[in-house]
Nanobody, 118 residues
Framework: VQLVESGGGLVQPGGSLRLSCAASGTFFSIAAMGWYRQAPGKQRELVADITSGGSTNYADSVKGRFTISRDNAKNTVYLQMNSLKPEDTAVYYC?????????????WGQGTQVTVSS
C-alpha cells in the first residue's frame, strides 16, 4: 500500500492550497484518513481527519480555514487550505488506516512541503 501526496508548494499569506493523497495497492477498504504536519523543531501534529462515513475532526488552529474531504471511489483524501498563515508552514503528511487484514494497518505518505511566506 502506498500513499502519494501532491499539491504542496509556496504560497503567500492569505492564499490557498489544496493537498491530495491517493492510496494505491491491494486492500479491502480504507477506514480513517487524515493529515498531519510537522514544522521544523516541532512534533508532528494532527491537522484533520475523516472517517469512512465522512465524520471530520480538526485541530483548533485550522478550524474555519481548512476543510478535509475524501472520495472513497478514488481512495483519495483532500485538504483544502484557505487563509493560510506563515505558521501553517510545515511538511504535511497523509495518514490512513488501511484494511488489508484485521486489525487495519496504519500507513504514512512521504510528505509534501507547504511554505507560507511573502
Amino acid at each position: 500500500v502506498q500513499l502519494v501526496e501532491s499539491g504542496g508548494g509556496l504560497v503567500q499569506p492569505g492564499g490557498s492550497l489544496r493537498l491530495s493523497c491517493a492510496a494505491s495497492g491491494t486492500f479491502f477498504s480504507i477506514a480513517a484518513m487524515g493529515w498531519y504536519r510537522q514544522a521544523p523543531g516541532k512534533q508532528r501534529e494532527l491537522v484533520a481527519d475523516i472517517t469512512s462515513g465522512g465524520s471530520t475532526n480538526y485541530a483548533d488552529s485550522v478550524k474555519g480555514r481548512f476543510t478535509i474531504s475524501r472520495d472513497n471511489a478514488k481512495n483519495t483524501v483532500y485538504l483544502q487550505m484557505n487563509s493560510l498563515k506563515p505558521e501553517d508552514t510545515a511538511v504535511y503528511y497523509c495518514n490512513a488506516d488501511v484494511v488489508v487484514a484485521v486489525p487495519p494497518l496504519n500507513y504514512w505518505g512521504q510528505g509534501t512541503q507547504v511554505t507560507v511566506s511573502s
